[in-house]
């Protein structure tokens, strides 16, 4: 791979690397942007103050791969070359950056940024089987951030990004839990625009029983979050109870529109591991597991463990 060979790294190098690149480009739309994102598009935090003739070169190439009439279908259509993302996160989070600086940062190039994100943010942002869901997990972690960074532009975005991220992929759910004390701000709002555009998300968060039992238990758990913190007291305790109505009003939807079935807050199962039933959180993985789908009050069928419900 160019990027990890020493003859192609360097400033000098990046005619020749920006010529090989424009050839490859010519017959495979992927293998040319997944070269400009993976070694292109990295080099251009470096060059954005010193070089801006290189800058050129480098948005050249893309201009030109997104030029193609054909270029949104085969991208996102084949956002996966070989198991690897065509932008991976850590380019996605470059390029969110290079969209939306500081409104004193921003550079000539700026605008052609500008131009190409769209299209770009589709492809890092396209369904991803063949790689798990990983590379949502890793842009809503880096998103949370971005949102909390002051630059409102660039938050406003992170936050659209975070939305989509957990709702097209309810395990971002889980990686949220871990991450919200620490972005309890940015959490606030990400929660008061689940409750504004539900009606927009909620059919992907009530897509099936696992998705929904996984957006209530993170909602549950947001919800001990916030009330450890009330009772604590401190200088969030505000925002704790802000985000606290929404954790409600998110559960109380859950509960009115997965049908007949309300999903109690706590899951437990039937092994040693939950002998305190509700008390604590069991962390076994059948925990979740049904052999038939109780959406819409169909029948559970029996199994050596169970899920704790209560129907309306």
């Known amino acids: 791979m160019l990027r990890w060979r020493p003859m192609y790294q360097g400033q000098d190098t990046l005619p020749v690397l920006v010529w090989m690149l424009a050839q490859a480009t010519h017959g495979d739309l992927p293998a040319g942007l997944y070269s400009w994102a993976h070694v292109l598009l990295p080099l251009v ?9 290189s800058i050129d070169l480098i948005l050249q190439i893309v201009e030109m791969i997104l030029s193609n009439p054909d270029a949104q279908t085969i991208l996102v259509n084949r956002a996966v070359r070989e198991g690897e993302r065509l932008i991976p996160p850590s380019s996605f989070e470059t390029l969110l950056r290079l969209t939306f600086p500081a409104s004193s940062a921003r550079v000539k190039a700026t605008e052609r940024f500008e131009a ?7 492809v890092a942002l396209a369904p991803e089987t063949a790689t798990g869901g990983n590379a949502l997990e890793q842009i809503f972690t880096f998103s949370l951030k971005l949102a909390g960074e002051g ?7 992170a936050a659209a990004i975070a939305i989509r991220s957990v709702t ?13 004390n620490d972005h309890l701000e940015v959490s606030v709002t990400l929660l008061r625009k689940l409750v504004d555009e539900w009606k927009d998300h909620s059919p992907n ?3 099936s029983l696992d998705d929904t039992l996984t957006v209530n238990r993170a909602m549950s758990s947001f919800r001990l979050k916030n009330e450890k913190a009330i009772t604590e007291g401190g200088a969030n305790c505000s925002l704790y109870k802000e985000a606290d109505q929404s954790c409600k009003l998110i559960l109380g ?6 049908g007949r079935l309300n999903i109690a807050p706590i899951t437990a199962c039937g092994s040693s591991c ?12 059948t925990c979740s597991m049904l052999t ?10 029996p199994i050596s463990f169970f899920i704790c419900i209560v129907f309306n």
């Open 253 to 258: 939807r859950l509960s009115r529109e997965s």
């Open 45 to 53: 935090g470096s060059y954005r103050r010193r070089r801006p003739p």
């Open 205 to 207: 968060l009530l897509f």
């Open 116 to 122: 190409v994100y769209p299209l770009l943010k589709e």
């Open 168 to 180: 097209e992929n309810v395990d971002c759910f889980k990686h949220w839990d871990i991450l919200y």
């Open 151 to 157: 630059n409102p532009g660039l938050a406003k975005e």
């Open 292 to 301: 038939t789908s109780v959406m819409g009050g169909h029948k559970i069928t």
């Open 274 to 285: 939950c002998i305190s039933r509700c008390r604590r959180r069991c962390r076994s993985r």
